[in-house]
Nanobody, 123 residues
């Protein structure tokens, strides 16, 4: 699966952004998808994930209640709606496709990655 993220940008604290991840490849609907981010000076970390059919979603505690992950398997697109953004949300956001139908927090099961999109939240 080839993945392309879009929707990043510069926003003030308290603002919102919606990231998109467009996938090519007929197997998109079979796999769990997740968003990760790499903050400046830090390792890539799990942000949110969604199982293959969109029924179950998972969030890091730092974003729970502010971010919403969804997917449209008919259009091969995944989204991350980010509200009430904070400066600590700044980083490069990556979408990733797992080899499993279930979400995992660890990076290992994610075989395909996008190129990343920059999100910068100013205080």
């Amino acid at each position: 699966v080839q993945l392309v993220e879009s929707g990043g940008g510069l926003v003030q604290a308290g603002g919102s952004l919606r990231l998109s991840c467009a996938a090519s490849g007929h197997t998109f609907s079979a796999y769990a998808m997740s968003w990760f981010r790499r903050a400046p000076g830090k390792e890539r970390e799990f942000v949110a994930g969604i199982d293959w059919n969109g029924v179950r979603t998972y969030y890091d505690d730092l974003v729970k209640g502010r971010f919403t992950i969804t997917r449209d398997n008919a259009r091969n697109i995944m989204y991350l709606q980010m509200n009430n953004l904070k400066p600590e949300d700044t980083g490069v956001y990556y979408c990733a496709a797992s080899v499993s139908s279930k979400v995992t927090v660890a990076l290992g099961p994610y075989r395909d990655w996008g190129q990343g999109t920059q999100v910068t939240v100013s205080s």
